[in-house]
Nanobody
Framework: QVQLVESGGGLVQTGGSLRLSCAAS????????MGWYRQAPGKQRELVAT???????NYADSVKGRFTISRDNARNTEYLQMNSLEPEDTAVYYC???????????????WGQGTQVTVSS
């Protein structure tokens, strides 16, 4: 089994910062890409940031310059540092990881349980 456990969400005022973490555990051979999505009430799920196994990153235009994604491969953990938060960032944030459980296993995407981020004005 593979689990992704998120932490770090909460309530913050406009302009504040939060750091989300997502730790993968279980039977894991290799993690390829990792990233974060978010979903606000009444809106579609939005891709926020991605990071490859080599460390290449990509961001949604709405968070560029404010959010930073990173990963610790030794700990199978990814992070999302969120600065200059705005009320529009309020959403449930979901992490994901594309990984192989064994050398011959196909790659599959696994999801975290979601963590609420609320930014008050």
């Amino acid at each position: 089994q593979v689990q992704l456990v998120e932490s770090g969400g909460g309530l913050v005022q406009t302009g504040g910062s939060l750091r989300l973490s997502c730790a993968a555990s279980g039977s894991i051979f290799m993690i390829n890409s990792m990233g974060w999505y978010r979903q606000a009430p009444g809106k579609q799920r939005e891709l926020v940031a991605t990071i490859t196994s080599g460390g290449s990153t990509n961001y949604a235009d709405s968070v560029k310059g404010r959010f930073t994604i990173s990963r610790d491969n030794a700990r199978n953990t990814e992070y999302l540092q969120m600065n200059s938060l705005e009320p529009e960032d309020t959403a449930v944030y979901y992490c994901y990881a594309v990984l192989q459980r064994t050398p011959t296993y196909t790659k599959n995407m696994y999801w975290g349980q979601g963590t609420q981020v609320t930014v008050s004005s």
